[in-house]
Each structure stands twice: as C-alpha cells, then as structure tokens.
C-alpha cells in the first residue's frame, strides 16, 4: 500500500474513472444558478451544466469548498496511515488553496499534509494530479513526488481557446482590456496561465484554423522533435473541435500519451461553452 494519498478539487477536470482507479480524492467546489447551488461534477455533471447554461438568464457563480470540506478528505487518509499531497487550483484564480491550507492548520499535525498550489487550472494541474498519483501507486516518497510536481510546472504548456471573453471578463478573471479584442468579429484570443496563476491572453487570431496553426507555432519552440504528452479539454459537446485540432498535433509532434477530458461546469462557468483547452508536457519516463 502506498504511504502517500493523493487530493485534488474537481476543477482539475480529471475523468471520473482516472480518479477512482488511481484512488484520487476529490473536494468539489459549488456551482450556483440563482438560488439552486449544485456540488460541481458531483450533483451536476457537465453535459448537465452547458444545457442550463443555454437557457438561464444571467452568469452562474462558483465558491471554493470550506476549510471543513478539505479537513474531512485529509483525515480520513491520515486514519488510513498515510502522508497527504493535495494539489489546488490556482489561488490567483479561486480561494480554494486557501480553504487546504487552513484545513491542515487545523489538524493536528500538520506535517501529515502537504497543499500544493498548482497556479493553473482544469487539466493544466489535472495532468500534475495523475501524475502524482501514479507516483504514489508506485511506491515513490513524498519528496520525490513534490520534485516531481514542480518539475512538470515549468515544463506544462498549456493554451485555451475560448468563443468569447464575456464570461472570464464578467466574473472577473481576466481584465477589460484584453476583453475587448475577443468582441470583434471572429477573433480567437488564445490564453495561457502565467506563471504567477492568472488568465493572460497570449495572442489571438482571426478564426478558428489560424487560432490552431498559432498555437502548434508556440509549441514547436518547445517541443519539436520531443516525446510529449498531450491533453484536451473541451466543453460537451463540441468534440469536433478536438477532432480538428488533435490531428494537427500528431503530425507535429512525437505524442506518447492523448487524454482527452471534458471541461467541468466550474470552469465552464468562467470560460464559457465553446472553449478548448490544450496542455502539452514532456512524456512521461516508461
């Protein structure tokens, strides 16, 4: 049995499957239409959450979990005899890092668990997560998972294309600025996460093809020639934009590992429908 149990919070869009095979605990956040709060890919799902989305007037809203929330997930594995990674979303973007941190101040020894803060979001830090627990199944030591986390921070490029900038905009995650230019017709902005954990746009494109080839032109600096793997997520739906996209990659570069995943109804509430998320890191060691 492995000494090291491995949490997360469910804006890391990590498959439901993924995480139960590899024994990831998952705090969600909570996601509000008005009055009606749901637990996020726990009471409602994503295909679930872009349908309501469609038809409700007004922008959801979305809240971190509470302390009590991240204190239950740690105690239990530290009842089970283990040392705890748990791995959260950007604080820059949610006070969720926060809430684990104060949940471990509030055990009693607080050097059972270690927070990690991602300073990225959805699959960005999902992809760190897996990796970690994969770790973790395979008998490696705290430390060496850390030092692996931090490593696979640096070298994570990660880029999301949105259909509009109004809900990022509205709910405060990126400035009116760079808002503005995702107004005109047809422009993609591309995104990235900087290394601080904010929504930057990095640069954008006229339509959605050259929005691609703009991005297969970033990555190739970084990674050609390279093994990597890659991720995509993308909101329900709208799978042919993986469809296009994922072909492109493969004939650049030397993919190892394809995961797609769907984007959550959290980030879905400020990324909007239509968005696609492309994460590229070095190949994992076989």
Same mark, same amino acid.
């Given at each position: 049995?492995?000494?090291?149990?491995?949490?997360?919070?469910?804006?890391?869009?990590?498959?439901?499957?993924?995480?139960?095979?590899?024994?990831?605990?998952?705090?969600?956040?909570?996601?509000?239409?008005?009055?009606?709060?749901?637990?996020d890919n726990?009471?409602?799902?994503?295909?679930?959450? $872009?349908?309501?989305l469609? !038809?409700?007037?007004? &922008?959801? +809203?979305?809240?971190?979990?509470?302390? #009590?929330?991240? *204190?239950?997930?740690?105690?239990?594995?530290?009842?089970?005899?283990?040392?705890?990674?748990?791995?959260n979303?950007?604080?820059?973007?949610s006070?969720?890092?926060?809430?684990?941190?104060?949940?471990?101040?509030?055990l009693?020894?607080?050097?059972?668990?270690?927070?990690?803060?991602?300073?990225?979001?959805?699959?960005?830090?999902?992809?760190?997560?897996?990796?970690?627990?994969?770790?973790?199944?395979?008998?490696?030591?705290?430390?060496?998972?850390?030092?692996?986390?931090?490593?696979?921070k640096k070298?994570?490029?990660? $880029?999301?294309?949105?259909? !509009?900038?109004?809900? &990022?905009? +509205?709910?405060?995650?990126i400035?009116? #600025?760079?808002? *503005?230019?995702?107004?005109?017709?047809?422009i993609?902005?591309?995104?990235?996460?900087?290394?601080?954990?904010?929504?930057?746009?990095?640069?954008?494109?006229?339509?959605?093809?050259?929005a691609?080839?703009?991005?297969?032109?970033?990555?190739?600096?970084?990674?050609?020639?390279?093994?990597?793997?890659?991720?995509?997520?993308?909101?329900?739906?709208?799978?042919?934009?993986?469809?296009?996209?994922?072909?492109?990659?493969?004939?650049?570069?030397?993919?190892?590992?394809?995961?797609?995943?769907?984007?959550?109804?959290?980030?879905?509430?400020?990324?909007?429908?239509?968005?696609?998320?492309?994460?590229?890191?070095?190949?994992a060691?076989?």
């Amino acid at each position: 049995m492995t000494s090291v149990a491995i949490v997360t919070d469910s804006t890391a869009d990590i498959p439901a499957e993924v995480r139960e095979r590899l024994g990831i605990g998952m705090v969600p956040l909570r996601v509000h239409f008005g009055e009606e709060g749901y637990l996020d890919n726990i009471d409602l799902q994503p295909a679930e959450f $872009y349908q309501k989305l469609t !038809t409700y007037q007004g &922008l959801p +809203k979305s809240s971190q979990p509470s302390p #009590a929330d991240f *204190l239950e997930a740690f105690e239990k594995r530290i009842a089970e005899g283990k040392e705890v990674i748990s791995i959260n979303l950007s604080s820059a973007l949610s006070g969720t890092y926060q809430s684990a941190l104060l949940a471990k101040s509030m055990l009693d020894d607080e050097s059972k668990v270690t927070v990690v803060d991602s300073k990225s979001a959805s699959y960005g830090y999902g992809m760190l997560v897996v990796r970690a627990a994969e770790m973790a199944r395979d008998g490696a030591s705290k430390e060496e998972i850390l030092a692996a986390i931090e490593s696979l921070k640096k070298s994570t490029k990660l $880029y999301f294309l949105v259909d !509009t900038l109004e809900y &990022l905009h +509205k709910g405060g995650r990126i400035g009116r #600025a760079s808002a *503005l230019f995702g107004s005109l017709l047809n422009i993609k902005p591309i995104l990235t996460i900087d290394e601080e954990g904010y929504v930057n746009a990095l640069d954008k494109a006229r339509g959605q093809k050259r929005a691609f080839a703009r991005i297969i032109e970033l990555l190739e600096a970084d990674f050609a020639g390279k093994p990597v793997d890659l991720s995509v997520v993308i909101t329900p739906g709208k799978t042919e934009l993986a469809q296009e996209l994922v072909p492109m990659l493969k004939e650049k570069f030397d993919v190892r590992h394809y995961m797609e995943s769907e984007i959550g109804p959290v980030i879905g509430t400020h990324a909007g429908p239509g968005t696609v998320g492309l994460f590229i890191s070095p190949a994992a060691a076989v």
